[in-house]
């Protein structure tokens, strides 16, 4: 009922940004929470930001504090990851989430498809 859609995903060198799009459509009025995941090769699924409906609660996981950014649009149906001073470690398929609820470590009701993200070093 709710269909997620990433893009912004591709290759950049250490210390640089990219910016990761996540559009929503089907019921978005059931939406009230979108978010970020990642898995990186040979690892688990792993929460890296989350923002509630109105963007004034955000969350990160601590290996992207001060770095990454997540918000969402005016009509609240696309949310955004800006990723700045990219690591190696950051190498991941990126997954947007969303939730009628909450999107936490280890929740969301909805997910795309997942958008790859190389950083070189």
């Known amino acids: 009922q709710v269909q997620l859609v990433e893009s912004g995903g591709g290759l950049v060198q250490a210390g640089g940004s990219l910016r990761l799009s996540c559009a929503a459509s089907?019921?978005?009025?059931?939406?009230?929470?979108m978010g970020w995941f990642r898995q990186g090769p040979g690892k688990e699924r792993e929460f890296v930001a989350a923002?509630?409906?109105?963007?004034?609660?955000?969350d990160y996981t601590d290996s992207v504090k001060g770095r990454f950014n997540i918000s969402r649009d005016s009509t609240r149906n696309t949310a955004y990851l800006q990723m700045n001073n990219l690591k190696p470690e950051d190498t991941a398929v990126y997954y947007c989430?969303?939730?009628?609820?909450?999107?936490?470590?280890?929740?969301?009701?909805?997910w795309g498809q997942g958008t790859q993200v190389t950083v070189s070093s």
């Open positions: 989430a969303a939730d009628e609820w909450k999107v936490t470590t280890n929740r969301a009701a909805y």
């Open positions: 089907g019921r978005t009025f059931t939406v009230y929470a």
């Open positions: 923002i509630n409906w109105s963007g004034g609660s955000t």
